[in-house]
C-alpha cells in the first residue's frame, strides 16, 4: 500500500532582518557588534515619572554641544518621549545601509518606536518578544554610522528590555536617575541590583528635581524634601553625577520640540561629571586587561 504523500511545509512568515552579532555563539543571547560606536551607555530608573527621558536628551545635547557625535535609541517602545522632546518624527527609511534614524535640529540621531506609528497618539500593543525583537533591530539593524556616544533611553521595569538591553547589547555602562522621595529610590535600587547581577557597570547617579530655585528669594529649597541620593551613590560605590533642579522652562522647550536649547549649570556639571565617569570605566577596563 503506497505511503501517504508528506505534508506541504507551511510558508515562511516575514522576518526582520537579522540583528549583526559577533563571535562563534549565534543564539538569542549572543552579544551584538559594537560597530563605529565608541561608547554605548543606558540611562534608566526601573521606575516611571522620574524624568529618566529628559535627563536623557538634556545629556545628549549637552554632549552634542561639545562637538561629539550623539545619538539616542529609544528603548521605551510602549512610551516613547524622545520624539517629543527633540522634535523629530519618522517615518523610517532603509538605504541599503541599515535604517537611517532622524536627526534632530541640535544634531542627535534618534530611532524610537513612535516612527513607526501614523498618529502620535496610536499605541504600540506588542507582546515581549516582539518588543525585545525591535530592539535588537533598533541597535544591530540601524545605520548609526560613527558615533562617540550612543545612550540607550530603558523603560520602567527589570523585565524583558531591560534584559534583552543588558545580555545582547555592548553596554559601556549605565547611569540611573532618581526623584528625592524613598519611594523612587525603592524602585531604583532595583534596577541597579538588575544592572550589578548581570555584570554592567554602575557609572553614577542623577538626581532628578530634587532642587527648586525659590521665586521670592532666589535661594534653592527641596520640594520634596531632603535628599538621601548621595547616601545612596555612597552606598553603591558609584559618583553622584548631578542634581538636576526643577525648572519650567524643561518643559516648555520640551514640549515645543526644543530641549537641545536648554542650558543651565546644572547640565555643564552633569556632562562634566558624565565625560568622566565613562572615562574610569574605560580606564578599569583596560587596567583588567
Known sequence: MPEPPAPSPEPPGPTAPPARRTGPAAGPLARMDKGRLRHVVAIGSGKGGVGKSSVTVLLASELRRR?????????????????????????????????????????????????????????????????????????????WGALDYLLIDMPPGTSDVPLTVFQTIPLDGMVFVFTPQELSALIVRKAMNMARDLHVPLLGVVENMGLLDCPHCGRPVEPF????????????????????????????????????????????????????????????????L
Open 225 to 288: 524634601g531632603p535628599s538621601g541620593v548621595a547616601r545612596i551613590a555612597e552606598e553603591y560605590g558609584v559618583p553622584l553625577l548631578a542634581r538636576m533642579p526643577i525648572d519650567p522652562r524643561i518643559s516648555v522647550l520640551g514640549d515645543a520640540g526644543r530641549i537641545h536649547e536648554y542650558t543651565a549649570p546644572s547640565v555643564t556639571a552633569l556632562g562634566d561629571a558624565f565625560l568622566a565617569a565613562v572615562g574610569r570605566g574605560e580606564e578599569a577596563r583596560l587596567t583588567v
Open 67 to 143: 562637538g561629539l557625535l550623539v545619538g539616542v535609541l529609544d528603548a521605551d517602545v510602549t512610551g516613547p518621549s524622545v520624539p517629543k522632546l527633540l522634535g523629530v518624527a519618522g517615518p523610517l527609511y532603509d538605504q541599503g545601509e541599515g535604517i537611517e534614524p532622524a536627526r534632530s535640529a541640535g544634531g542627535v540621531v534618534v530611532i524610537s518606536s513612535q516612527f513607526l506609528v501614523e498618529e502620535d497618539q496610536t499605541p504600540v500593543i506588542w507582546r515581549g518578544p516582539l518588543v525585545t525583537r525591535l530592539i535588537q533591530q533598533f541597535f544591530g539593524g540601524v545605520n
